[in-house]
């Protein structure tokens, strides 16, 4: 009779044969595995090096570019030393950093760490070397003992070219021991020793021992590896003694480099350590394979008993009730019922959870159209009241142009100024409402970026507290842009808000007008403006960003903002031809960048300019189409006083009946929107139609009707119109209607 074996037996016999040549082999790849592990641990602290090195070469890159824009101050520029030195002691104010102008021979003009006018300085480190270098290269230093400090110390030296020509150098010194902190930034093992060593070897920073050791000379055998390669590993001596494993990464750029000094008692337990993890894991997995085959053993045996003792049942009659049992033939039915059971309860479930969110969402659906219909309501609301408000505007604007052409006394001339003082403030006004209600027209200009952007800074000023510091920096380039400037002066107020409301403790606002650079935001660099506006608030967090743009959006508490703020910076670019585009992270600040065409147009003050000089009275008939008889009335009474002979007509139905007489007009100056069947663009239309050398001026407030007249190719002034402007574009379509009846006669 053959031996018998349990299921459990048989599973731990098979687990056996596969795992014992497995852990032989492991055994004899014990020797491999050491050599492979001590490489790669120096590949990690090779890798680590590289990186510290790459933070060496970083921190001095970043002093280089400081340098490099103090060099292109304009009060250096300019030869005036006591502005620019009172500029630089703000950029380094710190005893431990300094800033020195020196002459081509390296003495120096001005130190930022003695008073201005100093006559005794000495010359600069930079003085020797500069003799075997390019004259116009950037210079760092290796470590040396600053005379006027009197600590060890590096720095970053570049050339001051004005007008093509050398005038002097700029650099910047540090005290080594703020690499000191630098380091400890970086969080190296305590027991690893960091150093920083300059071009020649010596010492600048060290994490173990630096007040005893920086400025000396590194171990001869770690100092020739350093002068021979850019990178490599060595078992060598610490300067203090110690037994390591000194690793060195060499920086591409400034050829200073970083060595890390690893313990080689730590390195050997790296290895030790290994291998002992090794060996414990296959053990465990051994033991882990001996009782997972007994579970599963055991596991096999449990359907099996289950089995028989239901058949046991059913063979008695008796009632069998049936258990999972692990084995799937047995336990599918099972199984089945139990996955119906189960997803009739969830699908019961869902579709109450369902319901409940559908009724959640119907609700904030009603609250949202209720809240929509409402501000709707209140923009069409202000839309008409700014409209008639505008109207009346004008009415007083064109009077008071009446009564100066009449000539005033001194006493008339201060009245009717304060008048047009509190007609601009009105007007300013009513730009607001129609903002909100979105019918502003735009009334796009053409400004010059470094003349406005002090008197835009000092506006955006007004809007924050005395907490937060406001900087303005502009390009020394042509920064001409085509934009509404009182919707300009809109967006960065805004932006003024929403920086003050992120800055509660205080911080900086930074203004920058540049030129776009290569391939930023896909936009054509010499053919876009950027307008940055930079602060270091609390920030918006990343799922938040991609929403600031939408009306009505606001991270800001219920009851703090409206959320319009952002969108009509948008809505501004979008408009101009631009586009708007925000960063933001928390904790470090927010930047709004607003990009706009760069225009070859002349500036509107040269127009306005040219305009002003056109004195001369208009010899035209003019149709005044308006069915506002005091609107009517005024802009009647300025034409006339300018020279025009006026007829006016209510409506654009009677407007057609005057045409049709046997003398036409010259200009046609129309309202678009009027009571009747003819409105101002389809006026404009049969007028066109009509083959008459008739000239057409349309005006509106609204901005629609404005966008909708100007992409049909006619000509719209948007109310109120200064009379100066109405007269201006008077005279210039009636001298075109003159010369084409000239043309087709």
Same mark, same amino acid.
């Given at each position: 009779?053959?031996?018998?074996?349990?299921?459990?037996?048989?599973?731990?016999?098979?687990?056996?044969?596969?795992?014992?040549?497995?852990?032989?082999?492991?055994?004899?790849?014990?020797?491999?595995?050491?050599?492979?592990?001590?490489?790669?641990?120096?590949?990690?602290?090779?890798?680590?090096?590289?990186?510290?090195?790459?933070?060496?070469?970083?921190?001095?890159?970043?002093?280089?570019?400081?340098?490099?824009?103090?060099?292109?101050?304009?009060?250096?520029?300019?030869?005036?030393?006591?502005?620019?030195?009172?500029?630089?002691?703000?950029?380094?104010?710190?005893?431990?950093?300094?800033?020195?102008?020196?002459?081509?021979?390296?003495?120096?003009?001005?130190?930022?760490?003695?008073?201005?006018?100093?006559?005794?300085?000495?010359?600069?480190?930079?003085?020797?070397?500069?003799?075997?270098?390019?004259?116009?290269?950037?210079?760092?230093?290796?470590?040396?003992?600053?005379?006027?400090?009197?600590?060890?110390?590096?720095?970053?030296?570049?050339?001051?070219?004005?007008?093509?020509?050398?005038?002097?150098?700029?650099?910047?010194?540090?005290?080594?021991?703020?690499?000191?902190?630098?380091?400890?930034?970086?969080?190296?093992?305590?027991?690893?020793?960091?150093?920083?060593?300059?071009?020649?070897?010596?010492?600048?920073?060290?994490?173990?021992?630096?007040?005893?050791?920086?400025?000396?000379?590194?171990?001869?055998?770690?100092?020739?590896?350093?002068?021979?390669?850019?990178?490599?590993?060595?078992?060598?001596?610490?300067?203090?003694?110690?037994?390591?494993?000194?690793?060195?990464?060499?920086?591409?750029?400034?050829?200073?480099?970083?060595?890390?000094?690893?313990?080689?008692?730590?390195?050997?337990?790296?290895?030790?350590?290994?291998?002992?993890?090794?060996?414990?894991?296959?053990?465990?997995?051994?033991?882990?394979?001996?009782?997972?085959?007994?579970?599963?053993?055991?596991?096999?045996?449990?359907?099996?008993?289950?089995?028989?003792?239901?058949?046991?049942?059913?063979?008695?009659?008796?009632?069998?009730?049936?258990?999972?049992?692990?084995?799937?033939?047995?336990?599918?039915?099972?199984?089945?019922?139990?996955?119906?059971?189960?997803?009739?309860?969830?699908?019961?479930?869902?579709?109450?959870?369902?319901?409940?969110?559908?009724?959640?969402?119907?609700?904030?659906?009603?609250?949202?159209?209720?809240?929509?219909?409402?501000?709707?309501?209140?923009?069409?609301?202000?839309?008409?009241?700014?409209?008639?408000?505008?109207?009346?505007?004008?009415?007083?604007?064109?009077?008071?142009?009446?009564?100066?052409?009449?000539?005033?006394? +001194?006493?008339?001339?201060?009245?009717?100024?304060?008048?047009?003082?509190?007609?601009?403030?009105?007007?300013?006004?009513?730009?607001?409402?129609?903002?909100?209600?979105?019918?502003?027209?735009?009334?796009?200009?053409?400004?010059?970026?470094?003349?406005?952007?002090?008197?835009?800074?000092?506006?955006?000023?007004?809007?924050?507290?005395?907490?937060?510091?406001?900087?303005?920096?502009?390009?020394?380039?042509?920064?001409?842009?085509?934009?509404?400037?009182?919707?300009?002066?809109?967006?960065?107020?805004?932006?003024?808000?929403?920086?003050?409301?992120?800055?509660?403790?205080?911080?900086?606002?930074?203004?920058?007008?540049?030129?776009?650079?290569?391939?930023?935001?896909?936009?054509?660099?010499?053919?876009?403006?950027?307008?940055?506006?930079?602060?270091?608030?609390?920030?918006?967090?990343?799922?938040?960003?991609?929403?600031?743009?939408?009306?009505?959006?606001?991270?800001?508490?219920?009851?703090?903002?409206?959320?319009?703020?952002?969108?009509?910076?948008?809505?501004?670019?979008?408009?101009?031809?631009?586009?708007?585009?925000?960063?933001?992270?928390?904790?470090?600040?927010?930047?709004?960048?607003?990009?706009?065409?760069?225009?070859?147009?002349?500036?509107?003050?040269?127009?306005?300019?040219?305009?002003?000089?056109?004195?001369?009275?208009?010899?035209?008939?003019?149709?005044?189409?308006?069915?506002?008889?005091?609107?009517?009335?005024?802009?009647?009474?300025?034409?006339?006083?300018?020279?025009?002979?006026?007829?006016?007509?209510?409506?654009?139905?009677?407007?057609?009946?005057?045409?049709?007489?046997?003398?036409?007009?010259?200009?046609?100056?129309?309202?678009?929107?009027?009571?009747?069947?003819?409105?101002?663009?389809?006026?404009?239309?049969?007028?066109?139609?009509?083959?008459?050398?008739?000239?057409?001026?349309?005006?509106?407030?609204?901005? +629609?009707?404005?966008?909708?007249?100007?992409?049909?190719?006619?000509?719209?002034?948007?109310?109120?119109?200064? +009379?100066?402007?109405?007269?201006?574009?008077?005279?210039?379509?009636?001298?075109?209607?003159?010369?084409?009846?000239?043309?087709?006669?």
């Amino acid at each position: 009779m053959p031996r018998r074996f349990s299921v459990r037996s048989w599973l731990v016999l098979l687990a056996l044969s596969v795992l014992l040549p497995t852990l032989l082999a492991a055994v004899m790849s014990i020797a491999y595995f050491y050599k492979e592990e001590r490489q790669s641990s120096e590949a990690r602290v090779l890798e680590t090096a590289r990186a510290m090195s790459m933070v060496v070469d970083r921190e001095l890159a970043r002093r280089e570019g400081v340098v490099k824009t103090l060099a292109k101050s304009p009060a250096l520029v300019q030869g005036n030393l006591e502005t620019f030195y009172r500029y630089a002691r703000d950029i380094a104010p710190q005893p431990d950093m300094a800033v020195v102008l020196s002459d081509i021979s390296g003495q120096q003009v001005l130190n930022t760490r003695r008073p201005f006018g100093e006559g005794s300085l000495p010359r600069t480190v930079f003085s020797k070397l500069r003799e075997q270098a390019d004259p116009l290269a950037t210079l760092v230093s290796d470590l040396y003992f600053a005379p006027i400090g009197k600590q060890y110390s590096f720095a970053v030296e570049v050339p001051v070219v004005v007008d093509g020509r050398l005038r002097h150098y700029l650099s910047m010194g540090g005290y080594a021991n703020y690499l000191q902190d630098l380091l400890k930034e970086q969080r190296l093992p305590d027991s690893w020793i960091g150093t920083v060593v300059d071009r020649n070897g010596f010492i600048v920073a060290r994490t173990i021992g630096a007040e005893q050791f920086v400025g000396k000379l590194v171990p001869e055998a770690l100092l020739k590896q350093l002068m021979a390669h850019q990178e490599g590993a060595l078992e060598t001596l610490s300067i203090d003694g110690r037994p390591v494993l000194a690793v060195f990464s060499k920086g591409s750029k400034y050829g200073w480099s970083f060595v890390i000094g690893v313990p080689q008692a730590e390195v050997a337990t790296w290895s030790a350590l290994a291998l002992s993890r090794f060996a414990s894991t296959a053990a465990l997995l051994a033991v882990a394979v001996v009782i997972g085959a007994l579970w599963v053993g055991r596991a096999l045996t449990r359907p099996v008993v289950a089995l028989k003792h239901a058949a046991h049942a059913l063979g008695q009659g008796s009632a069998a009730t049936f258990k999972p049992t692990g084995v799937v033939e047995i336990d599918e039915v099972a199984v089945a019922m139990s996955d119906a059971a189960d997803s009739l309860r969830n699908a019961s479930a869902v579709t109450q959870r369902r319901i409940s969110e559908a009724l959640e969402q119907a609700e904030q659906a009603h609250r949202a159209m209720v809240q929509g219909q409402r501000l709707e309501a209140v923009a069409h609301l202000t839309g008409g009241v700014a409209h008639d408000f505008n109207n009346l505007l004008m009415v007083v604007g064109t009077n008071m142009h009446i009564l100066r052409r009449t000539g005033l006394s +001194a006493v008339q001339e201060s009245c009717v100024s304060k008048i047009e003082r509190a007609v601009s403030s009105g007007t300013k006004l009513t730009r607001q409402l129609l903002t909100f209600s979105r019918r502003q027209p735009m009334r796009p200009e053409v400004i010059d970026l470094r003349e406005q952007l002090p008197s835009l800074t000092a506006l955006m000023r007004s809007a924050l507290h005395s907490r937060i510091e406001l900087r303005s920096v502009v390009e020394p380039a042509r920064l001409h842009v085509e934009v509404d400037p009182n919707e300009l002066e809109l967006a960065l107020i805004n932006l003024a808000v929403n920086a003050r409301d992120a800055m509660p403790d205080g911080g900086a606002l930074h203004i920058t007008a540049r030129l776009a650079h290569a391939g930023e935001m896909s936009v054509t660099p010499a053919q876009h403006v950027v307008l940055e506006v930079r602060d270091t608030g609390t920030g918006i967090a990343p799922d938040l960003v991609g929403k600031v743009f939408e009306p009505f959006f606001t991270t800001k508490p219920v009851g703090h903002g409206t959320g319009l703020g952002l969108s009509q910076v948008y809505g501004l670019c979008v408009q101009s031809g631009g586009v708007a585009t925000i960063e933001s992270e928390l904790g470090r600040g927010t930047t709004v960048r607003m990009y706009l065409p760069l225009s070859s147009k002349p500036l509107a003050s040269e127009v306005r300019q040219s305009a002003t000089t056109g004195t001369d009275s208009i010899n035209a008939r003019v149709l005044l189409v308006e069915d506002n008889e005091d609107l009517a009335q005024a802009a009647a009474d300025v034409l006339v006083a300018a020279g025009c002979q006026v007829e006016k007509a209510r409506t654009g139905d009677d407007a057609v009946i005057a045409l049709e007489v046997e003398r036409p007009f010259d200009v046609v100056l129309s309202d678009i929107r009027m009571p009747g069947s003819v409105d101002g663009i389809a006026l404009a239309h049969r007028i066109a139609q009509s083959g008459q050398p008739t000239g057409v001026i349309l005006m509106t407030g609204f901005t +629609a009707e404005l966008q909708k007249a100007r992409d049909m190719g006619f000509l719209v002034l948007p109310k109120p119109c200064p +009379a100066e402007d109405l007269l201006a574009q008077v005279r210039a379509v009636a001298a075109k209607a003159a010369d084409a009846g000239i043309n087709d006669s």
